[in-house]
Nanobody, 119 residues
Framework: QVQLQESGPGLVKPSQTLSLTCIVS??????????WSWIRQPPGKGLEWMGV???????YYSPSLKSRTSISRDTSKNQFSLQLISVTPEDTAVYYC???????????WGQGTQVTVSS
């Protein structure tokens, strides 16, 4: 049973960088074909897929966020991370990490972490 847990600050100031980490247990992030995504849900809105890092380290991003988003991984710690630069209050959301056996297959989710962008 793969489990994911997000961690990071709950409050970020405008123009700063939002950084979150997802710790994966019960499975390896390098397992063939597995992918690991970041997804967010702003208040009162639907889920928004942000980007993914695959088992081989390949990354893909939502076109609307590509210029501000970076996803990386630390295989020694079995975790992957999100960086979102130049945040604004519109980036306030619950941020989730999710994983699955192929692209856009989210069979395992973290519990989500609230991030508020405010001065």
């Amino acid at each position: 049973q793969v489990q994911l847990q997000e961690s990071g600050p709950g409050l970020v100031k405008p123009s700063q960088t939002l950084s979150l980490t997802c710790i994966v247990s019960g499975g390896s992030i390098t397992t063939t074909y597995y992918t690991w995504s970041w997804i967010r849900q702003p208040p009162g809105k639907g889920l928004e897929w942000m980007g993914v890092i695959a088992y081989d380290g390949s990354t893909y991003y939502s076109p609307s966020l590509k210029s501000r988003t970076s996803i990386s991984r630390d295989t020694s710690k079995n975790q992957f991370s999100l960086q979102l630069i130049s945040v604004t209050p519109e980036d306030t959301a619950v941020y989730y990490c999710a994983g699955g056996g192929s692209y856009f297959r989210f069979s395992s989710w973290g519990q989500g972490t609230q991030v508020t962008v405010s001065s």
